[in-house]
């Protein structure tokens, strides 16, 4: 992993301490307990890439203010960072509300280390695509959700970046807005024209 860090969001006892344990065996440059946004932006300042790998919790909408105040960070390399969840469940529902809180991964039992890195690896050195509308914040979900959730801005305003993750931080790649056209009055609209 070179100089990314690693923060584990979760107890100090339980999941968290197991996720802990894991994640230190994986070459991270450092690897910590989440504290505080304000901590991990000073951590950044040597380590450039940042991944918050949050525990499982019996309610995964106790992890929303946390991802979101990730997501909401005015620096750009928080504010895309990796945010990944081990769930002890493959429950459809949870990974439906991680993927909506802008989680880019959610992994399941079992956590091997092989099997971790490999899912990590994945966030890295490859062009993804995150979309911002005024109500979700994170990686291209269209093609990660069932039936009947669409993606990106759900017919209204986006912005879409394209993000590139490495070791040594991360880089914009593109960043484009689109506003859909107003729609046209019923008593503006042009009369049919008829040609002979």
């Given at each position: 992993?070179?100089?990314?860090?690693?923060?584990?969001?979760?107890?100090?006892?339980?999941?968290?301490?197991?996720?802990?344990?894991?994640?230190?065996?994986?070459?991270?440059?450092?690897?910590?307990?989440f504290?505080?946004?304000?901590?991990?932006?000073?951590?950044?300042?040597?380590?450039?890439?940042?991944?918050?790998?949050?525990?499982?919790?019996?309610?995964?909408?106790?992890?929303?203010?946390?991802?979101?105040?990730?997501?909401?960070?005015?620096?750009r390399?928080?504010?895309?960072?990796?945010?990944?969840?081990?769930?002890?469940?493959?429950?459809?529902?949870?990974?439906?509300?991680?993927?909506?809180?802008?989680?880019?991964?959610?992994?399941?039992?079992?956590?091997?280390?092989?099997?971790?890195?490999?899912?990590?690896?994945?966030?890295?050195?490859?062009?993804?695509?995150?979309?911002?509308?005024?109500?979700?914040?994170?990686?291209?979900?269209?093609?990660?959700?069932?039936?009947?959730?669409?993606?990106?801005?759900?017919?209204?305003?986006?912005?879409?970046?394209?993000?590139?993750?490495?070791?040594?931080?991360?880089?914009?790649?593109?960043?484009?807005?689109?506003?859909?056209?107003?729609?046209?009055e019923?008593?503006?609209?042009?009369?049919?024209?008829?040609?002979?």
């Amino acid at each position: 992993m070179l100089r990314a860090c690693a923060f584990v969001v979760g107890a100090d006892h339980g999941p968290g301490a197991t996720l802990l344990e894991i994640v230190r065996g994986l070459g991270f440059a450092s690897t910590s307990r989440f504290s505080t946004l304000a901590a991990a932006d000073h951590h950044t300042q040597h380590s450039p890439l940042a991944f918050f790998l949050f525990s499982a919790v019996e309610d995964v909408e106790t992890l929303r203010p946390i991802a979101e105040a990730v997501r909401a960070h005015p620096a750009r390399k928080l504010q895309f960072s990796p945010l990944i969840y081990f769930s002890h469940s493959p429950s459809l529902d949870t990974i439906r509300h991680c993927i909506n809180m802008g989680f880019d991964d959610v992994i399941t039992l079992p956590f091997s280390q092989a099997r971790v890195q490999e899912r990590i690896q994945r966030q890295i050195g490859q062009p993804l695509a995150y979309f911002e509308t005024s109500s979700y914040f994170g990686p291209d979900r269209r093609t990660r959700l069932g039936a009947g959730e669409r993606g990106a801005g759900g017919g209204g305003s986006y912005r879409r970046f394209e993000i590139l993750r490495q070791p040594t931080g991360i880089s914009i790649l593109s960043d484009e807005s689109y506003t859909p056209p107003a729609p046209v009055e019923a008593d503006n609209a042009l009369e049919p024209s008829y040609y002979l």
